[in-house]
């Protein structure tokens, strides 16, 4: 039986269900399908595109080294899937995840057998299968960006995709990088080393779950004193996190009007330093750590008052690892939608918590070299301030003062009055809400 292995969604061939089921069901036909209408959806980007090309192009190299050469087809998924089952007279389609509705019935009526990887009893990684493949296959070059019509989006340090980045980030966070995974991950001068950054790789299943907790489980057994042990169970539980949190609901993307103030935001012109450099470090790098994406978020939502929607798909085109499953879930919580009490922080209060001595914000805003330390996250105030503004340097899109007044106010009219602060080490304040809806989460910074 010739069985078509349709790549989706975990890009590897090592410790994958799907691959080693199909590889025993007969010879396998290996298959990736770029569908243009996927491609040009409104968040979706070029700096995505990159990092998935580079992924495919190391599982092709691992794939080839099995003797399979993975074939790589651009078009609507079901006329790729029609043309190749009829060619290499395939009677059964094995891939990672549920097929899409559509694609199953069409599968059924095709006398089409259609299955996903069987659930997995064992903890330990399954090694590459052997695998058989159908005669004279030849794989194919990747599509370029312009033959899918995506838009050019340059991103000097994006993280390159591949497994091989893969295992080495995962090493490297393993044996050095986590032991301050607690403390630094708000700090954006310290999140790049702090965290993991596996998030893209992981989007793309470069790395499989059992590989991950096998080598999280060896580390531990090495170092089971000091930091690491909770710093490896902190991780382990954000990890945990992906599969929590991912949903299928997304809100209506239709197109959004162009808005200057939004260009403001994503260019990191808006007048605010801290939030300026941020948005200038996601452009060049396609990465922020958790606390920093929702800080940038919601000052676009709260404060500067964006359309949460366009504000949001602006991010998720930004960010190297998109996956709806994921983002849309947090973008909807910090806007303070379907019910949810939105998340607003004070930005020159975030900018002084979390870049206290500057130097992050100078480094993406060498603009500002001039300015002295006491006025960097309010240059307004500074006394050369009219040299600067309006000329090197924007004015600021809002007042911060008025801004966040009245953000709290809005929200308080939607949600309730906070009862009461606390202080936490990267928040200055968290303020509860009155009469806390259940399950929720209300922070004011
Ligand atoms: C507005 C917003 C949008 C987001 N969009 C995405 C997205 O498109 N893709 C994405 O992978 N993550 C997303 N996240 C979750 C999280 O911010 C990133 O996974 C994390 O910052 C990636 O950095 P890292 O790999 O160094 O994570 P680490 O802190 O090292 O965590 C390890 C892994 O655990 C998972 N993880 C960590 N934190 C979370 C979390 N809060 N929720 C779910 N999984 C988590 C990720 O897979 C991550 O790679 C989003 C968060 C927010 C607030």
Known sequence: MNVLMWFRQDLRSHDHAALSHAAGLGAVLPVYIFDPAVWQQADRSARQFGFLCESLTELRADLATLGAPLLIRSGPAREVLARLCARHAISCIVTEAAAPPELAGWARDQGLRWLEAPPQTTQEPLPQPALRCPPDLVANPL????????????????????????????????TTRAEGYHRAQSQPLLAER????LSAHLTLGALGPREIA????????????????SALAQFQSQLSRRTATATTARPDLAAMPADPARQRW???????????????????????SH??????????????????????????????????????????????????????????????????TGAFTRRWLPELAQVPDSCLQTPWK??????????????????????????????????????????????????APLQPAKGQLRLEF
């Open 194 to 197: 702090a965290s993991s950054r």
């Open 291 to 356: 606390h920093l994406r929702e800080v940038t978020l919601s000052l676009a939502c709260h404060h500067l008052g964006l359309e949460w929607r366009a504000a949001s798909l602006a991010l998720a085109r930004r960010l190297t690892d998109y996956d709806p499953a994921l983002f849309w879930p947090y973008a909807v919580q910090i806007a303070g939608m379907a019910g949810h009490a939105p998340r607003i922080y004070h930005p020159t209060k975030q900018a002084l918590t979390l870049d206290p």
């Open 266 to 288: 994503l260019e990191g012109e808006t007048g605010l330093p801290f939030l300026d450099a941020l948005m200038r470090y996601l452009k060049a790098t396609g990465w922020l």
């Open 382 to 431: 500074w006394a050369g301030a009219a040299r600067l503004l309006g000329r090197r340097y924007p004015e600021p899109l809002i007042d911060v003062t008025t801004a966040h007044t009245a953000a709290r106010e809005a929200i308080w009219a939607r949600h309730g009055k906070p009862l009461r602060a606390l202080v936490t080490p990267h928040v200055q304040l968290i303020e």
């Open 214 to 229: 096998s080598a999280l489980a060896a580390r531990l057994a090495e170092r089971p004193a000091g930091r690491w042990p």
């Open 143 to 174: 599509p370029l960006a312009q033959m899918l019509r995506i838009a050019p989006d340059p991103c000097p340090h994006r993280q390159r995709g591949g497994r091989k980045q893969a295992l080495d980030l995962l090493e490297t966070f393993l």
